[in-house]
């Protein structure tokens, strides 16, 4: 398997991941992948959970963010 390689920007970057992951998912057992996407998901959840900001304040930030974009 190809290692991942760096993109000159943030959509290559994340391009380059996606061909990552799906050959990935397509060489390896669906019960090594899963694992990792499990891990991957409950930290997500944990560190949302952590955090100590409402939904409405999430969204406020969210929305601010985007004006300035």
């Known amino acids: 398997m190809e290692k991942l390689k ?5 959509k290559e ?4 991941f996606v061909e990552y ?3 990935y998912v397509r060489t390896h ?3 090594d992948w899963s694992k990792q996407q499990k891990i991957l998901i409950d930290g997500q959840l944990d560190h949302a959970r952590q955090t ?3 939904r409405e304040q999430y ?4 929305a601010v ?3 300035k974009q």
């Open 6 to 10: 760096p993109g000159k920007t943030n």
């Open 13 to 16: 970057d994340r391009m380059h």
């Open 21 to 23: 992951w799906a050959e």
């Open 29 to 31: 057992d669906d019960h």
């Open 52 to 54: 100590p900001l409402t």
């Open 59 to 62: 969204l406020e930030i969210k």
């Open 65 to 67: 963010s985007k004006k």
